[in-house]
Nanobody, 127 residues
């Protein structure tokens, strides 16, 4: 089990950029599949982006493709989500999540595959 703490959320305007971060403690994140999910008000959790432990594979939701980039710094045990050209519909609480086992393409977008979740950081996009 790992502990996840998100940071960097806030209020931004449409078109702005924001980078949120996740600090991982408890174990090395090197072999963990890491991902970001989000939950907008009144909606269920939604997959945003994921990256395998090796960093060789990244996966994005269609809604953020070309705008968001997930990255990781294994030596520092940090996960990041760079969000560009933010839209009002990106408003949500963003969660950092971790899976200790390797996930495959068909399961990497499923929230039930991730056993560790952070408390979330709120991102509000509004003019």
């Amino acid at each position: 089990q790992v502990q996840l703490v998100e940071s960097g959320g806030g209020l931004v305007q449409p078109g702005d950029s924001l980078r949120i971060a996740c600090s991982i403690s408890g174990r090395s994140m090197t072999r963990y599949t890491m991902a970001w999910f989000r939950q907008a008000p009144g909606k269920e959790h939604e997959f945003v982006a994921a990256m395998k432990g090796s960093g060789a594979g990244t996966y994005d939701a269609d809604s953020v493709k070309g705008r968001f980039t997930i990255s990781r710094d294994n030596p520092k045990n940090m996960l990041y989500l760079q969000m560009n050209n933010l839209k009002a519909e990106d408003t949500a609480v963003y969660y950092c999540v971790a899976a200790s086992r390797g996930l495959i393409t068909s399961t990497i977008r499923l929230q039930g595959e991730y056993e560790d979740w952070g408390q979330g950081t709120r991102v509000t996009v509004s003019s």
